[in-house]
């Protein structure tokens, strides 16, 4: 394993503490405001809620819905008496008692996220006296889970998940798994012919990369606790784009001018912390910019108020509780390959609690650790190769309440780390690792209602907020020397293969019996380290409330990053010649070298080509600046959120304008048709900004004299650079036209939403090619996206045909169509040399659109079920996915020349229909009060489902049913 940068680690972990520790100066400035004791609970955080004045009870049915609460109280109580309006940013707790501000109810918190509502003075009187009030108690909950919108009725193409649902619906400790089950979200390859496991696809545990409405899987707008945790330095190479950009045992050769294994994103966000998840593939709201897929939001567990609370979780899976299945075309293993040995283990502890009546904090740590081994080519050896993968996150944030609001301190680190030996060198290593630290300070401030130019403005909130994050991807690959042997040589003499020559310097290097062709041993690495990353500051105010017929929202933000590429130090490749590899020495009887130099050369063999990847260290800055405004208004049956947003950034140059619209009409009750139009603009991208003058490889030689005699590299080739041109251009963009129906059905009270969406994607980055060592941005591209969705969400009631304390029915299908001329900014659409042949007719590879079954699969169905039993003590989950068959197209691996251009073949392929399902669950044995011990289990692929995949000979084991077993405590 390479060495890691502890210096730099400890140095950037120094850095994280004392940002953390800040809170108790940013708190002690200010007079501090008590709150009364035991009525707060977990605060959930600041959250945009907007319930107008109505009676209490709707009102109250609201609430639950868009904050996840449950509120119980009489029927008697609320009967005949209205709610105050509420709207703007603000914290559960805070919005229930405005609503109820007034009607002589006060709030019992009975926990993180449930109160109860009694008359004003039953508590105290109930306390006087040494005794309780029962009453019948109407209980009014959050639909199970999952919300099909949210208070805005523009927000059709937003879901809401808390953490139950996206912890059922993961297959993993990777909470982007849980995107899998929604529509709109592509996430498979269905074509994929070397599907086999192998070492590096067991030890990664990073983030799964979705694909959102049609969109690239590096243009989401994932954000963490308001910090955006997206790579704006580019995920794409154009160095062997045929490899996507994760190592691989199948590889034998290792590109050292690419970056190995980018991510879109920054921060790798486990699934123990989420406390709700919001996903949003259409409609967004304007105060959302810098993506054309889809906006993922996650909310992490806030601090506890009312007292201190811990939670202990691990989790184990291993080879030993998975299914291997063969899935060679011909269902055999030729080469006797064994199961891959491996396990995965996950471990997660979460602090939290007040240290002062108006300060409190919240302290997490998860770590999965991966381990698996594998065997090394022959003429290595046999001793196994062991690699391991380490993924960890830290958080830190605490709360102070101020008579200035609401102060948060956050500070959150990803340190991930994953191990790669090659197979076939000696010691080749190219590990990869993801560190960030991202930090936030945030205001919430609640202003008094008050007038401007005659409109009153009420339950207005200012969030302001400051973050910084700083992110690198860094390859580790030990010796900046890689050396290829010969170790034997063969010729075919009168007919016959001969072996001409055999090593006696490479004792390390065995010699294959069976062999009869020349072989080569490699040995060093691949640099010690070259990296790529981006240093972001961000600045910004949101400001919302009430006015008029419903609320506003306007905000703006300043940005600023730098991005960085580099490698540290020089990286020199030899490859080595013998003596029989020469005519004329042949000739001679010539066997040995004589050296006449000091590089690289021994009589037995010398290098006759040298390469040097020279280190560089590239940076590139951007300022980036946004601003929008956003009304929603309701007037009787109809309902306007008409928005704007403007976006503009220094490299670029351009003033992008986003206008957004979505008009809802209400007819009826509980019924609600909407559409929309709305423009987004990509994120800004330094992809091509820090690839532009990074050092070409250079390539010397030398050649024997006619005697043996070897001399230095006379020739010194002049250093190229590639050049990657991103000037003067449009930044790319998508319009969206939607149309949804909403409404609630009289006869299973279920909640139903059905949309359509189409969406042209114009100006689409791709790029020329004018020679092989440069690179043009343009914006020729373009695509499309439409689709079907139905969607349905009820919580089903208890009944003999129900055992369940409470459950839940998620479901939903959906068609799509997705058609784009680059998947990628670095596809030449113009490209001769890469090319598609499909029943006789040629084909760029930007010109050829047709169903592949990767990211593409048309007609997809979900549905989750969920229920709690026993008093909530028993909880199970279950997730299934069904692909419906489809006609596509495959690459046959076969290749044709047509008018002198070698094309790919592809043809149709009929994929079946898969069916998948999860099943999840836990058993709460032990419980005492808020304190409990739990066990839990996962099964992924339950009835051991292969899909339409295959696997090669070199791997041909799948993984099919997998199985997860852990353990849970509460205190």
Known sequence: MAERKVSVGKRRLAMFMVSTALVSASAGVFEVRAQDAGTSPTTNGPRAISIPAQPIDAALRAFTRQTGWQVGYAAALVSGRTSAAVAGETDPLVALRALTA??????????????????????????????TVLEEITVSSSGGGVKLGTESAGDTGTTVMDSTQVGIRTSSGDANSFLRGLPNVQYQNDTNENAGVESQALLNTKPQEVSISGGRTYENNFILNGIGINTITGTEEPYDTGNRGELSDDDTAYNADRIY??????????????????????NASARYGAFQGGVVEYELMQPATDRLRALASVEYESDDLVKYNLATEDGLNPNAIGEPEFYKKKKAFSVTGPITDNIAVIGQYSVTDAWTNKAKNYIYGDELMQSESKNEFYRFQANAETDLGLFKLEGIHTDYYQDFESDDYRVLEIDTATRTYAGKLENLYEFEDFSLGGETLSNVSLTSKITASKSDALNLGGDNTIRNWISTYWRTISGTRTKVFESSMLDWCRVDPTSTTTTSCREGGMGKERGQGQESYTWSQALAGDIGNGTFRTGYEFGYTEAHRWRAEDYVSYTYNVAQAYTALRAANISTFTCNTTEECYGEQFAYSKTVHKAYDIHAQIMQANAYLELDQTFDWLNLRPGIRFDYDDYQGNLNISPRLVATV????????SGGFNRYYDAANLSYAIRNQQPRVTTYSRQPSSTGAVGDFATTPTQTYYTLDAADLKTPYTDEFTAAINFTDPFTEGEWRFRYLHRSSRDQYSSRTPTNTSYVLTNNAKGSYDSLTAEYAKELPIATWNPADNSLLAASITWADKNVSADSYF??????EKRISYKGTSYTQAGFNAVTGNMDIPLRAQVGLSGSFFDERLTLGLAANYNFAYDGVEDTDDNESIDGVLHDIWDDKAFAAVLTVDLSGSYKFASVDDHGMTLNFKVVNLFNELGNAKSSNGNPWVIGRTLWVGASAEF
């Open 102 to 131: 007034g009607a002589g109810i006060e709030i019992r918190v009975t926990g993180a996220r449930t109160a109860s509502l009694v008359a004003e003075g039953t508590i105290d009187e109930a306390a006087a006296a040494g005794t």
């Open 261 to 282: 294994g980018l991510h879109s994103q920054t921060v790798f966000v486990p699934t123990d912390f989420v406390e709700s998840a919001t996903v949003i593939d259409s």
């Open 666 to 673: 209400t007819p009826m009750e509980d019924f609600s048709i």
């Open 827 to 832: 596809v030449d659409e113009d490209d001769l």
